[in-house]
């Protein structure tokens, strides 16, 4: 069974969000079996209504404009440390190997937090913080150099110096999974209403 879940976000001063997502259920409930399998509580959400994070529904018309394929979604965790997390990427890993899915693995969070706390006009926009843009940089020099223990090794330097969002937990996430070996490519960094994002692949042609 495919979910599907139309809606429209409310209006913004730069348009609305529209997304009409679906989920693949049955891989999903094996997602949450294996993550339940290896001692991590996955609890199953079915309601109308459900809020849906606006990094979810972005990225989501970035990756799949025609709106073809089917999505699997798991929370961010926010108490859970980032072994745990890991932990619940390798089991959505482990769920797609049993299935015979063919998945692709992206992680939607941010880098520095420094979020500017005022009015601004795009072209105002900056990293709030030099030491963030420093810390930012480096975490992605490693990241592009395939430097990925190093990364988490200062995650948690990371987190505090700059106020890493989510304490950059989305990455070991992304690494339980496997998916993200060798050199990252780089596509884009740059300020999110003072905040540091930036746009990383792996293993992509």
Not at 74 to 80: E, I
Not at 106 to 124: D, F, H, N, R, Y
Not at 164 to 176: E, H, I, M, V, W
Request: glycine share 10%; charged share 25%.
């Amino acid at each position: 069974m495919t979910l599907g879940i139309p809606r429209g976000w409310y209006a913004y001063d730069y348009g609305e969000l529209d997304y009409d997502l679906r989920f693949d259920v049955e891989f999903t409930e094996r997602w949450a079996a294996e993550a339940d399998a290896r001692g991590t509580q996955a609890r199953r959400t079915r309601y109308d209504g459900f809020p849906i994070d606006t990094g979810l529904i972005v990225a989501s018309a970035l990756l799949d404009p025609d709106r073809a394929l089917r999505f699997s979604q798991v929370s961010c965790n926010l108490y859970a440390d980032a072994a745990t997390l890991a932990e619940v990427g390798a089991a959505g890993a482990a769920a797609a190997r049993e299935a015979g899915v063919r998945a692709a693995v992206v992680a939607v969070s941010g880098l520095s937090s420094g979020l500017i706390q005022k009015w601004i006009e795009p072209a105002e926009d900056h990293i709030a913080e030099p030491s963030h843009d420093r810390w930012n940089n480096r975490m992605l020099g490693l990241l592009t150099e395939g430097r990925m223990d190093e990364v988490l090794a200062a995650r948690d330097d990371f987190a505090r110096q700059a106020q890493a969002d989510s304490q950059f937990r989305a990455l070991a996430f992304l690494n339980g999974t496997g998916a993200a070996r060798g050199p990252a490519r780089r596509h884009a960094y740059g300020p999110l209403w003072g905040t540091g994002g930036a746009v990383l692949s792996w293993n992509l042609p």
